[in-house]
């Protein structure tokens, strides 16, 4: 299989996904006031950790797939997986954005946060199957997911803390990636 058709699906579908996530940003169309926004913060707040955190997932898969040459059948059904999981960001990020302060849709945006990190290092471990891929980049993941995770125990107590928990998880990502060739 060619990487590179692999590749350029999911970069693809990434980019759908990032176009999805900034339509439900609502400006006033009557008024034109400064104050008018105000509602809109919430909303906006919530679009802004999850463009990060995509730009981070999608970073560390453009990575992954710079160290790959061969791809089997699972890593393409692990990569639609992720896809897939990403895909849901649209949905829980507008929920969590219309009620920022809500428990449950901040645990639904934090499981969707774990569920996209599972499945990058599911997509991870089927490539190093065939691969000779670099391991500091699963403990960076790793360690994304349990800073995402406690993310999400910590949204029993502050629901908006996920979003304390992604802007970490991505600075780490961005901190991480910038001192790479």
Request: charged residues 10%; hydrophobic residues 55%.
């Given at each position: ?96 954005g219309s009620d920022i302060q809500g428990m449950v ?55 908006p803390v996920i979003l304390i928990s992604l802007v ?14």
């Amino acid at each position: 299989m060619f990487k590179e058709r692999l590749v350029a699906f999911t970069d693809a579908v990434i980019a759908i996904i990032l176009t999805i996530l900034v339509l439900d940003i609502h400006l006033p169309e009557r008024s034109h006031q400064l104050i008018n926004l105000v509602p809109q913060i919430p909303v906006f707040i919530a679009y802004m950790a999850s463009f990060l955190i995509i730009a981070a997932f999608w970073v560390s898969h453009m990575q992954l797939f710079h160290e790959v040459q061969y791809i089997e059948m699972g890593s393409i059904w692990a990569n639609i997986l992720f896809l897939f999981f990403l895909s849901l960001f649209p949905a829980t990020t507008a929920w969590f954005g219309s009620d920022i302060q809500g428990m449950v849709p901040a645990l639904l945006y934090g499981i969707n946060i774990l569920l996209v990190n599972g499945a990058l290092l599911g997509l991870r471990s089927t490539l190093q199957r065939t691969n000779h891929i670099n391991r500091e980049m699963q403990r960076l993941e790793w360690l994304s997911l349990g800073i995402n995770g406690v993310g999400c125990l910590l949204i029993f107590l502050w629901p908006p803390v996920i979003l304390i928990s992604l802007v970490t998880d991505s600075v780490l990502w961005l901190i991480s990636t910038s001192r790479k060739k």
